[in-house]
């Protein structure tokens, strides 16, 4: 079973509490379409009813030397440039983790797995 919990700062934080806070972080950074979902099924879900898409497998989070570390997956806007993207969702996640949480974020890696298109 995998482990629900994380452990740091001599305290235990779901890490169900990490990823809400880490998708709504990203999902406020301009050119971040949603979090997750990057398989067809869902993208049909998502699109076709007002259901949110669970988000599961689509934030990571462990501790290593008292330090969070988060990875993300994202669907992004087609026109914005990946790197930039890439820095201001690390910027945002760290800094709404390290206000809420009151924990420092050594590492925030951002996965792009799909665009999402203007509709013309």
């Known amino acids: 079973m995998e482990d629900t919990e994380l452990h740091i700062s001599g305290m235990g934080i779901s890490k169900s509490v990490i990823s809400t806070i880490v998708k709504n972080s990203a999902e406020r950074v301009e050119g971040?379409?949603?979090?997750?979902?990057?398989?067809?099924a869902s993208n049909l879900v998502s699109v076709f009813t007002s259901h949110q898409v669970p988000t599961e497998h689509a934030?990571?989070?462990?501790?290593?030397?008292?330090?969070?570390?988060?990875?993300?997956?994202?669907?992004?806007?087609?026109g914005y440039p990946f790197v930039k993207?890439?820095?201001a969702v690390r910027e945002a996640?760290?800094?709404?983790?390290?206000?809420?949480?009151?924990?420092?974020?050594?590492?925030?890696?951002?996965?792009?797995?799909?665009?999402?298109?203007?509709?013309?």
Do not use: M, T
């Open 59 to 78: 934030i990571e989070s462990s501790v290593e030397d008292d330090k969070l570390q988060v990875a993300v997956h994202l669907a992004v806007f087609y």
């Open 93 to 120: 996640i760290a800094q709404d983790v390290s206000e809420q949480v009151g924990v420092s974020v050594s590492k925030v890696d951002v996965c792009i797995d799909s665009l999402v298109f203007p509709k013309e």
């Open 32 to 40: 971040v379409a949603r979090v997750g979902g990057n398989d067809i």
């Open 85 to 87: 993207l890439a820095d």
